[in-house]
């Protein structure tokens, strides 16, 4: 395992992209896909900066839209690596929309990420520990160790209703009783 801690300034990532026509919907503000897109991106670039290995996206939880971005602004990304864990690590992205006449920014989205180095194989790889240096970075670091906790609960949650499910489809429930029955 990786045991030398890097930087989180090592790996930030600042996207920059033109809301074009083809972006947008008929009110002219871009589809939020397309700003999913632009997240995932950015944040795997920051993503494998960190780890410098291939990387895939395990999740992407708490998109939320703050406000829209507009034809003719851009969207400026910027995607830090907030924490490692082990084979894992989260990403936090922050997109702001920019007038490109006067410069003023607005917030749009924000977004965290967790993706997992993998080799070649498709084997999962260890990536390094993150150096939290900054009173932000060291904030963000503590709270991608809360929001772990809870996607784990989630993915807890989620095997088990799926398992219940596959359950019910296959007709293999315990404790079951057939329609009508009392």
Known sequence: MPTTPKRAADSAVEMTE???????????????????????????????????????????????????????????????????????????????AENPLTGERRHTATAYLTFVALDRDGNRLAVPPLLPETEAEQRRYQQAGQRRVWRLERRALRRQADEKQGEELLGTQSNSQEPGAS
């Open 18 to 96: 033109i809301v074009l026509p083809s972006h947008a919907n008929a009110l002219g503000t871009v589809f939020g896909g397309q700003v999913a897109a632009w997240i995932d991106i950015a944040a795997g670039v920051a993503a494998m900066r960190h780890a410098r290995n291939i990387v895939v996206t395990a999740s992407m939880d708490d998109l939320h839209f703050m406000a829209p971005a507009h034809v003719g602004e851009v969207l400026v990304l910027k995607a830090h690596v907030n924490r490692a864990f082990g084979t894992s690590l989260e990403v936090g992205v922050r997109a702001e």
